[in-house]
Antibody, heavy 119, light 113 residues
Framework: QVQMVQSGAEVKKPGASVKVSCKAS????????IHWVRQAPGQGLEWMGW????????NYAQKFRGRVTMTRDTSISTAYMELTSLTSDDTAEYYC????????????WGRGTLVSVSS | DIVLTQSPLSLPVTPGEPASISCRSS????????????LDWYLQKPGQSPQLLIY???NRASGVPDRFSGSGSGTDFILKISRVEAEDVGIYYC?????????FGQGTRLELK
């Protein structure tokens, strides 16, 4: 079954870091770009950046540069998103999303990982 | 950054009636090199991840009922539902992937009357 399996919910203190994983199942990670999109409670969708599953190249939204790092481990077909210096504003559902091979749309979404930041 | 503005933000609809959502972009979403217009529509059903409905303005994704249709060009786009069903409830987002940062509209919440 083709899917993206994300890691479980996290609870973090302000100032901490979080690393969310996303395992590609049923397809090859190396032929797609993997994007990360987040959604604060009751809010809309916010794009964070992408990683090229083939060569590991990245492109981050300006808002997150310096705080976000996207990586991948092709040996275990897993992509990661690490966010540092967390604040309560980072409380959100984090989705990994596969871009279609023709770059026209997001064709596969993970189920999301809830990251809660609270003192 | 490209700004997408959706309207209305809330859309109460009687089952069986049509519905329409507008998405306006702050700049053209037409790719000059390949002629494609990079505007997609997604539906986020309650408690679920978003799912693709329409890509490149008017192409229905696999498995999407034909009561959904997309149209538009340049900066103005419309998503239409010919006859709303109960399973269509959720939040509809337009998205542009012409350039980064990829941006989304604010979302339109469709609910049943």
């Amino acid at each position: 079954q083709v899917q993206m399996v994300q890691s479980g919910a996290e609870v973090k203190k302000p100032g901490a870091s979080v690393k969310v994983s996303c395992k590609a199942s049923g397809y090859s990670l190396t032929v797609h770009y993997i994007h990360w999109v987040r959604q604060a409670p009751g809010q809309g969708l916010e794009w964070m950046g992408w990683i090229n599953g083939n060569n590991g190249g990245t492109n981050y939204a300006q808002k997150f540069r310096g705080r976000v790092t996207m990586t991948r481990d092709t040996s275990i077909s897993t992509a990661y998103m690490e966010l540092t210096s967390l604040t309560s504003d980072d409380t959100a559902e984090y989705y990994c999303v596969r871009m279609s091979r023709d770059y026209y749309y997001f064709d596969l979404w993970g189920r999301g990982t809830l990251v809660s930041v609270s003192s | 950054d490209i700004v997408l503005t959706q309207s209305p933000l809330s859309l109460p609809v009687t089952p069986g009636e049509p519905a329409s959502i507008s998405c306006r972009s702050s700049q053209s979403l037409l790719h000059s090199s390949n002629g494609h217009t990079y505007l997609d529509w997604y539906l986020q059903k309650p408690g679920q991840s978003p799912q693709l409905l329409i890509y490149l303005v008017s192409n229905r994704a696999s498995g999407v009922p034909d009561r959904f249709s997309g149209s538009g060009s340049g900066t103005d786009f419309i998503l239409k539902i010919s006859r709303v069903e109960a399973e269509d409830v959720g939040i509809y987002y337009c998205m542009q992937c012409l350039q980064t940062p990829i941006t989304f509209g604010q979302g339109t919440r469709l609910e049943l009357k």
